[in-house]
């Protein structure tokens, strides 16, 4: 044990701990992070690989009630047969269209027999930086829309919805908090017009069906968890053999009578300059 009594000074012991605490992150936090981004990439990846080829439904099929959501029907292409509330328009602002900045225009939608729900008309692209430009308004009267069915989002903390340039602007598509902004119902999941639409804007395509990097890089924090034990361990037994082999060069050589060996000259250099190889 006097040999291992090294592992217990400060600078090893605080070596194992931060290596402990590391290993302990990336198996409870840093893996299970990337693997779950995966998981719900390739979730969302088969929602709208499905809907490609599903044939439109009726959008009170799925939310038939207005305080309806439905999360695993996310990207299903719906119809719906109403009128437009075009006086409790909202922007949602900040967003990103094509790598470029837009403005998302979301208006109230009345489903005849059935539910109120937000629609996303489409996008329109801001002027002089962050003006909301001029846009066409939604048409009145009874129209039938096609959309894609969306989860609503999470509205940031501390970002509250403002009025500026004549309309209502909010940071993200969060039903709960617009139907509050405008006083009227809505369900929790809002339609995505798809093109050539009434009422509709520039086109929000589809994600491109890409996993990304995330299964790869939680293997990768696996694997950081499992190799990061072991490099101490190596370190520590390099550092054993080190001990030992200084040990065994301090021990005294003995004679056949078990006496201290005079040291020789050559033994001396040795000591001094090394020996030769």
Known sequence: MKRLAFLFKPGWLALAVVVGAFAYLCFTV???WQLGKNTRTSHENDQIASSLTADPVAVTSILPQQNSSAPEAQWRRV?????????HQVLA???VVDSDPAFEVLVPFVVDGGPTVLVDRGYVRPEGGSKVPAFAAAPT?????TARLRDSETAPAGKDPFRADGVEQVYAIDTAQISTLVG????GAYLQLVDNQPGGLGVIALPHLDAGPFLSYGIQWIVFGIVAPIGLGYFAYSEIKVRRREREQAEP???GEGQPAPITVEQKLADRYGRRH
Do not use: M, S
């Not at 119809?79 to 006086?87: E, M």
């Not at 009267?141 to 829309?145: K, L, M, Q, S």
């Not at 009227?184 to 369900?187: E, G, Q, S």
């Open 79 to 87: 119809t719906a047969t109403g009128h437009y509330l075009p006086d």
């Open 93 to 95: 602002r900040l967003r």
């Open 184 to 187: 009227v119902p809505l369900t």
């Open 30 to 32: 840093l893996a299970p």
């Open 253 to 255: 050589q003995l004679d």
């Open 141 to 145: 009267g009874t129209v039938t829309i």
